[in-house]
DNA sequence: GAGTGGTCTAGACCACAAT
DNA sequence: TTGTGGTCTAGACCACTCC
């Protein structure tokens, strides 16, 4: 039997006092000299779990003003977590499965800007329970990750063989909304200009480019949902090893 | 001057380490009491450090085995952080304005689960020096908060008016990718059936809803972008007080 | 000046997992 | 069994900032 560690405990007691809204924002929360009178412990006891809610964004804490329950931000920006498509199929319990539809070895062109000189140019289909799911187009720079050449993109699908291979230190992504056009169209079963979701990625490993990938859904089958509270944000990601 | 705390340094350097590629995934980093003896300080203070580390992430640690880099996630899901609105067109150096296109008091619809019994529906156009940037159509439920019936909308657009008056404590947001229908088109100055970025966002405050809110965005002139890595995320929320 | 949090020490015992 | 991290103590000094 795991025994829940005091500090978490101490943190926990008060999460929930903030979330039941019985401490409001600007609450003033009991100061440190209180909190270890009240559990019985050490004062980097209750610091550490005062610290812990501090960096979770949940109180905000000054000397000598003392700790007090934090407003939640007025400008309010959210996060929108973006899932591994594979991952987003089989947790809507579809078969994944996927196609190859173009591999090419090819310079890069001017408009690709930073992608090394030489790349592969690769089409895939994703599909879940075999209905068109998203249709992805996607550049790898052979000079950062010289191996993808010999690498099967028809038994794995090319986010995954990089993942495994070369982890990005660095990534962004770019969310649009665009027609699909007639080959996109075409591909995903949809009539031409359908309005799709258009998730841009691009990567980078040490600050060289590592791949850079444009995924199309079908904007009336896919979308992308979070749902948090500020007591616990979607930053989430589980890490293997 | 303000001193870096030495467990901010000890991190930061094993950060920079990680970063820069010196230490790879899976690499096993030195002990704690190793970790003591180079920066000849208490244990307690290395162990911060490294456990500021594992909570972002970036160092797994496990007794007897060490501490060890972490491998990028398998299945990679990334954020994406959804901006305010006026936020975004004034941090574009643009001139934010807005009009109230609609305003109704009425019952809410069975359709609209959760919102009340009655409601407001608000219609508001964001402008952007001058220019359509977002329709946005929202609901407002008066008996989580009843200010709302009196509040100037034509004043502060409501979303500003909300965050002020009525805080959430959970929110869910999904994005998708629709046509501009008829009205929609009207109003942004598309023709009709031009992909757009629509924004869902509903809102609850300790389990009863707040708002309601989709806004739409003309697809090519609007995108969502997040820039990051493992190391950093973007959860930068800036919290008041 | 005094109250509050931020950091740090030099120990201690325990939990877990690799051997 | 033993090495490693996880937690905790009982102090200490300092940095801020409100009064």
Redesign the pocket.
Same mark, same amino acid.
């Given at each position: 039997m795991?025994i829940e560690?005091?500090?978490?405990r101490i943190a926990s007691d008060i999460e929930r006092r903030i979330a039941s809204g019985e401490w409001r924002p600007g609450f003033r929360?009991p %100061?440190?000299?209180e909190l270890m009178a009240e559990y019985?412990?050490? /004062? @980097? %006891?209750v #610091? /550490?779990a @005062? %610290?812990d809610l #501090?960096a979770r964004g949940l109180v905000v804490?000054? /000397?000598?003003?003392? %700790?007090v329950v934090a407003h939640p931000p007025v400008h309010s920006s959210a996060l929108v977590a973006i899932p591994d498509i594979q991952s987003e199929i089989e947790g809507r319990g579809l078969a994944y499965s996927h196609q190859l539809l173009l591999r090419i070895v090819r310079p890069s062109r001017a408009d690709e800007d930073g992608m090394g000189a030489r790349l592969i140019e690769l089409e895939t289909l994703h599909l879940a329970d075999a209905m068109p799911f998203t249709l992805e187009r996607r550049l790898i720079s052979l000079t950062t990750a010289p191996e993808a050449e010999h690498a099967d993109f028809t038994a794995a699908p090319p986010g995954g063989w990089l993942l495994a291979h070369m982890p990005w230190t660095e990534a962004e992504h770019r969310i649009s909304a665009v027609g699909a056009d007639g080959e996109t169209a075409t591909r995903l079963g949809l009539s031409d200009g359908t309005p799709c979701l258009r998730l841009e990625r691009r990567t980078w490993r040490d600050g060289l480019a590592v791949t850079w990938a444009w995924q199309t859904f079908p904007g009336a089958a896919y979308d992308l949902v979070a749902r948090f509270s500020p007591t616990q944000s979607p930053m989430k990601t589980p890490i293997k090893e």
């Amino acid at each position: 039997m795991d025994i829940e560690p005091l500090h978490r405990r101490i943190a926990s007691d008060i999460e929930r006092r903030i979330a039941s809204g019985e401490w409001r924002p600007g609450f003033r929360i009991p %100061t440190e000299a209180e909190l270890m009178a009240e559990y019985g412990c050490a /004062r @980097m %006891t209750v #610091s /550490r779990a @005062m %610290t812990d809610l #501090s960096a979770r964004g949940l109180v905000v804490r000054r /000397r000598r003003a003392g %700790t007090v329950v934090a407003h939640p931000p007025v400008h309010s920006s959210a996060l929108v977590a973006i899932p591994d498509i594979q991952s987003e199929i089989e947790g809507r319990g579809l078969a994944y499965s996927h196609q190859l539809l173009l591999r090419i070895v090819r310079p890069s062109r001017a408009d690709e800007d930073g992608m090394g000189a030489r790349l592969i140019e690769l089409e895939t289909l994703h599909l879940a329970d075999a209905m068109p799911f998203t249709l992805e187009r996607r550049l790898i720079s052979l000079t950062t990750a010289p191996e993808a050449e010999h690498a099967d993109f028809t038994a794995a699908p090319p986010g995954g063989w990089l993942l495994a291979h070369m982890p990005w230190t660095e990534a962004e992504h770019r969310i649009s909304a665009v027609g699909a056009d007639g080959e996109t169209a075409t591909r995903l079963g949809l009539s031409d200009g359908t309005p799709c979701l258009r998730l841009e990625r691009r990567t980078w490993r040490d600050g060289l480019a590592v791949t850079w990938a444009w995924q199309t859904f079908p904007g009336a089958a896919y979308d992308l949902v979070a749902r948090f509270s500020p007591t616990q944000s979607p930053m989430k990601t589980p890490i293997k090893e």
